[in-house]
């Protein structure tokens, strides 16, 4: 992204975040959602442009935990509404932002929606589940973990494309800030906190990378662990 779009996006921010919302707040399905959750607006617009900020410009003003706070929701939020979340996000895009930047910001939207869906809605098989409650009546500990890495000492390896060995099963635990983790095959992106480990499977290729400052650390299964 160029400096003029950069600037395009943070001059327009509160006015277009201030349009979606009353989109969003006016409408039959995310309207209930949304208010019954959200109880200061004027705080949390500012909140929400300092995140759109760090996600678009990576200027590290958010510091809150966005899926910790969707997941006190998730029995409220089912796939079909970030379908919903996302028309009125392109609609009011599109009228408010120059069309390349409109784009950049629609897609980014997009992944975001995706990485919400998967961690509210992500399931084991149910082979998976099934091996993996057995497991849970045993003390479920890892065999091996990484040193505690943050966003300057985070390894290439694990910033591109890799695996685990056969049989292996990591857990991606996020101590500090947030971690981008993605799962190649599945072409979505999850973005991981506090409280929100990100599951790799066997031989799955993915690969992570700092949103931010933050700290993280792998763990490492012979079985399926308890997240």
């Known amino acids: 992204m160029d400096p003029t779009q950069a600037a395009e996006i943070e001059a ?22 949304f208010n019954d959750a959200v109880q200061d607006w004027d705080h949390h617009l500012g909140t929400l442009a300092d995140f759109w900020s760090s996600v678009m410009l990576t200027s590290g003003r958010y510091k809150g935990n966005p899926m910790a706070v969707h997941l006190q929701h998730a029995a409220r939020i089912p796939s079909e509404m970030f379908g919903r979340w996302l028309a009125l996000w392109t ?7 120059s069309p390349p930047v409109a784009a950049v910001m629609q897609a980014k939207a997009a992944r975001i929606a995706q990485s919400l869906d998967a961690a509210l809605h992500f399931r084991l098989s149910k082979a998976e589940a099934a091996k993996s409650e057995t497991i849970q009546r045993e003390v479920s500990k890892p065999y091996r ?33 947030c971690v981008r983790y993605r799962i190649e095959a599945h072409d979505q992106d999850v973005i991981l906190s ?16 700092p949103v931010g400052p933050m700290r993280m650390q792998v763990e490492f299964y012979n079985h399926p662990p308890a997240l």
């Open 145 to 177: 973990s990484t040193p505690v890495f943050d966003e300057r000492t985070l390894p290439q390896g694990l910033r591109q494309a890799h695996t685990t060995k056969d049989g292996v099963w990591g857990v991606i635990r996020v101590l500090e800030g």
């Open 12 to 33: 327009a921010l509160p006015a277009l975040l201030e349009r979606f919302y009353a989109r969003v707040r006016a409408d039959a399905e995310l309207g209930p959602v």
């Open 194 to 209: 506090p409280g929100t480990p990100g599951l790799v499977r066997p031989q799955e290729p993915h690969h992570v990378e």
């Open 91 to 97: 609609q009011t895009t599109d009228e408010m932002m």
